[in-house]
């Protein structure tokens, strides 16, 4: 178990750097502004402050210890932040497939009954690994060249109507929260599951069972 959270921590630490890449739009500012080189990061008050973040950017709190920012340009910098929204929101779709895959897998016939989301991806059928490849592909290709200017992640899909009136700052950071949690949680159901053979839930429930 403690070598399991060491692990896991390691990765929180690692996925937190995605704080940096990212252009806020409420402002008539383009792109970021390089920071005074003395200042300090808010996040790390004894590290500087990355040179490219000065508070601009969306839930910036000058964390980039990887250096991601380090000598780029606004578009650069976009670009980032698209990677960090589609990969918040794949990752998000996967956690809730993990869950997913685990509640209903007793219910399911074979080759569709295997609770542990890692082994399903040996035993379900060729074609059905291609086909979500095939549909991933699909959708990066048709909105890859979506109309600009535009916020980093939209990419015109709001079935619910919930930018009907603008894009809300407070759903992009919510968006973004929960991108970089689901990130980490991905990460750490891998390790979860790697570590000792069981389905997140399973495994979970026998941790805390007395």
């Known amino acids: ?3 399991t959270a060491a692990v896991v921590l390691g990765l929180a630490a690692s996925a937190s750097a995605f704080s940096a890449p990212a252009l806020r739009a409420r402002t008539a500012r383009q792109g970021p502004v390089m920071a005074d080189v003395e200042e300090v990061s808010a996040a790390i008050p004894f590290v500087k402050k990355p040179k490219n973040l000065n508070g601009e950017l969306l839930l910036d709190i000058g964390f980039d210890p990887v250096g991601f920012t380090n000598n780029k340009s606004p578009e650069q910098i976009r670009i980032l932040r698209e990677a960090e929204i589609k990969h918040g929101r794949v990752c998000m779709l996967a956690v809730t497939g993990f869950i997913v895959q685990e509640l209903v897998a ?8 295997e609770p542990n989301p890692i082994n399903a991806l040996v035993t379900a059928p060729w074609f059905g690994i291609v ?3 095939l549909v991933a592909g699909i959708l990066e290709n048709a909105t890859k060249n979506y109309p600009n200017p535009r916020l980093p992640g939209d990419i015109g899909f709001d079935p619910l109507g919930l930018s009907k009136d603008g894009i809300k700052e407070e759903y992009a950071v919510a968006e973004l929260k929960h991108g970089r ?3 980490i949680a991905v990460l750490a159901f891998y390790v979860q599951i790697a ?6 839930l399973q495994h979970t429930f026998e941790i805390f069972s007395p």
């Open 106 to 113: 007793p219910y399911q016939k074979a080759p569709f009954n």
């Open 1 to 3: 178990m403690f070598k």
């Open 131 to 133: 086909q979500i490849i």
């Open 181 to 183: 949690l689901a990130m």
């Open 195 to 200: 570590q000792c053979g069981k389905p997140v």
